[in-house]
């Protein structure tokens, strides 16, 4: 009975098993993270971020509505996002019709959850947390006092929905990459997590240029993505079930050959 080359594209590699770290270490991102952003809640360095930010504008969010940042950065950069998972449906679906794909059913299925539910839990907390963006601060030539996130909220100031930061909520979510990537293709895993961190900070720079975000607010969503992948990874990916499904379609193409 043939047997398929180990180097054949759409297999998951051999060698992705022996790289499956089950250990606390993947953890280390979050709790780094969520150290970073409470240093940075309780002890005014967000504030103080943002007040250079605005003092080099001119005492003014003169990047809100720029060119690059509202229209190149923002819209843009959420029709890129969209645009990706949009592409890991359709791959999703081929590898439902194609058997040369269906060993990628469950990685691409994983990967596209993860970045949904990753999105999804970043714009359910922005609608309980009610916190202000720095643009609709007193501080910044807004109107709000500054409210901390545990901090009750009064009526009369209305509804805020800042944190965390869901544009680069949308590009951190990709971070989901890096477990898709250690299941078929290993050696692409550092790569694409470094392309999702960099697709990240460069959405939440934007915005914290344009006075919509903290930086902790970013901080807040890495933290959140991370946790969601790497938490399904272990339920789809890494147990026992997962391994067993993604292996029967190999035997299948075997046979086939």
Known sequence: MPVLPAAHPLLPSSTAIGLKSRSHIEWIPLILAVLASALLMTGNGDQWLADQL???QGGQ???KDAWWTSQV???GGRNLTWAAALL???ALLRS???SRWRPLGRPLLYLLLAVG???GLIALLKTWTHMDCPWDLQRYGGLRPFISLFQTRPLLLGHAACFP???A???YAWVALFFFMREIRPQWRWPTLLIALALGAVFGVAQQLRGAHFLSHDLWSLAISWTVASTLSLWMLDSAPAAAATRLPVVALEEAA
């Open 54 to 56: 605005y003092r080099w």
């Open 61 to 63: 969010w003169a990047l």
């Open 73 to 75: 950065i923002h819209k």
């Open 88 to 90: 890991v449906m359709f």
């Open 96 to 98: 439902r019709l194609d």
């Open 117 to 119: 539910l990753s999105t």
């Open 165 to 167: 930061a869901g544009h």
């Open 169 to 171: 909520g949308s590009g």
